[in-house]
Nanobody, 115 residues
Framework: QVQLVESGGGLVQPGGSLRLSCAASGSLFSVYSMGWYGQAPGKQRELVATITSSGRTNYADSVKGRFTISRANAEKTVYLQMNSLKPEDTAVYYC?????????WGQGTQVTVSS
């Protein structure tokens, strides 16, 4: 069993930055692929960025060059550095851990980009 707790969301002006964190409990964190997903009001949850156990990353086209996903296995934490934020980045951001048949989600953290 893995529990995921996101933090770091908040209100930021356009062009600003935020760093989201996802802290995991349980064992074998290093084998999990980790991901961040965003769900804007009235829309479906969408992939933002993922990172595999070996460190390979993947990004949605809309965030390439602005967001960076990283992981610290010793700390059982995955991060999402969000730069040059736009109003359209406003969403609840969820952390996800997947490995074999295991699939876990966090509760989400709200990011609002507004002046």
């Amino acid at each position: 069993q893995v529990q995921l707790v996101e933090s770091g969301g908040g209100l930021v002006q356009p062009g600003g930055s935020l760093r989201l964190s996802c802290a995991a409990s349980g064992s074998l964190f290093s084998v999990y692929s980790m991901g961040w997903y965003g769900q804007a009001p009235g829309k479906q949850r969408e992939l933002v960025a993922t990172i595999t156990s070996s460190g390979r990353t993947n990004y949605a086209d809309s965030v390439k060059g602005r967001f960076t996903i990283s992981r610290a296995n010793a700390e059982k934490t995955v991060y999402l550095q969000m730069n040059s934020l736009k109003p359209e980045d406003t969403a609840v951001y969820y952390c996800r851990a997947t490995w074999a048949m295991n699939d876990y989600w966090g509760q989400g953290t709200q990011v609002t980009v507004s002046s």
